[in-house]
C-alpha cells in the first residue's frame, strides 16, 4: 500500500493524503515545501521537501519585481524631459511673437526661463543618482525602469548642458 501522509495546520491534522495529493498540495500553495508533514510508519515530522525528495518538481525561482526607486527615477526623468521641452516651446514663442525679447539678461521672461531650466537640469541629475543608486544597491529586483531613468536623465542633462552651450555661443 502506498504510504499516506497527513498535515499539521492551526491546530488540526489534515489528512490522509496520498502522494499525489500531497505533491499537488504543495504545488498549488496549500501546503509549503518546509512545511512538517508525517508519512504513514515514520516515527517524526519532517519537511514536505524532503519526505517527497525526487518527486516533486523543481522550485519556480521567485518572480522579480521591479524595483521602485527605479520606477521613481524613471517617471522623474520622464517628467523632467517634458518640462525641458516645454521650456524650449515656451522661449520659441516668445522670441517668435517678440523677436529679440530673450536677448536683454535682465528680461524677467529670460530670467524665470532660466530658474526653471536650472531646476529641471537639477532634477534630471537627481533621477540620474536614483537610477544609478537602484541599479548598484537593489538586489533581485528588475532594472527595466532603472535603465530607462538613467538614460532618459542622461539624454536630459546634455541636452540641457547643449542648450547651454548654444545660448552661450549666439
Do not use: C
Not at 25 to 54: C, F, N
Not at 99 to 111: A, C, N, R, W
Amino acid at each position: 500500500m502506498p504510504p499516506r501522509f497527513i498535515t499539521y495546520k492551526n491546530g488540526q491534522q489534515h489528512g490522509p493524503y496520498s502522494e499525489s495529493e500531497m505533491i499537488a498540495q504543495i504545488q498549488s500553495g496549500i501546503t509549503s515545501r518546509d512545511e512538517l508533514i508525517w508519512r504513514e510508519g515514520d516515527i517524526d515530522w519532517e519537511p514536505a521537501s524532503k519526505l517527497l525528495a525526487g518527486i516533486l518538481p523543481p522550485e519556480l525561482p521567485a518572480k522579480l519585481k521591479h524595483s521602485r526607486i527605479g520606477i521613481a527615477s524613471f517617471v522623474v526623468s520622464l517628467l523632467t524631459a517634458g518640462l525641458v521641452i516645454i521650456l524650449v516651446l515656451v522661449a520659441g514663442v516668445f522670441e517668435a511673437l517678440n523677436p529679440g525679447s530673450l536677448d536683454d539678461d535682465k528680461s524677467p521672461t529670460v530670467i524665470l526661463l532660466g530658474v526653471f531650466v536650472m531646476l529641471a537640469l537639477m532634477v534630471a541629475i537627481l533621477a540620474f543618482g536614483m537610477a544609478l543608486a537602484s541599479l548598484i544597491m537593489e538586489k533581485n529586483t528588475k532594472k527595466t525602469f532603472s535603465i530607462l531613468g538613467l538614460v532618459f536623465s542622461l539624454f536630459t542633462v546634455l541636452g540641457v548642458i547643449v542648450l547651454m552651450i548654444i545660448g552661450l555661443s549666439s
